[in-house]
């Protein structure tokens, strides 16, 4: 099956990773390698504001994630969350995440 989406993780996503253990982190590659394969319709995924940021959600963890370029998106937060609302910190720290990789990656290019 051809991937619609390519995934790439900031430097703090990957830092968010290893504080997990190993079966949320599997649960997050599980997760964001369906989204790949299925797109937006293979799992619960929502828009959490104006900005272009969207949630993944995998039982309590949280995958921050933002489009970009059609194809490619930027996976830049993953959290253990125990509400159901986004905490507003997450989402700026999200925004400022996705900057930072966005200005990195396209210098690189």
């Known amino acids: 099956m051809e991937k619609q989406f390519i995934a790439l993780y900031t430097p703090e996503a990957e830092k968010d990773l290893k504080i997990l ?4 982190i599997k649960k997050v590659f599980r ?6 394969c299925l797109g937006k319709e ?3 995924s ?5 900005q272009g940021l969207f949630e993944l959600k995998c ?8 489009y970009y370029k059609n194809k490619i998106i930027i996976i830049v937060l993953i959290v253990l969350n125990k509400t159901q609302m986004a905490p507003d910190r997450y989402k ?7 900057e930072n990789f966005i200005r990195n990656f ?4």
């Open 92 to 98: 700026t720290r999200a925004i400022i995440n996705i």
């Open 59 to 66: 039982d309590k963890i949280r995958i921050y994630f933002m």
């Open 31 to 36: 997760t964001v390698g369906i989204f790949e």
């Open 21 to 24: 253990d190993k079966q949320n």
């Open 46 to 50: 929502r828009p959490l504001n104006n």
């Open 106 to 109: 396209d210098d690189e290019k």
């Open 42 to 44: 293979s799992v619960n």
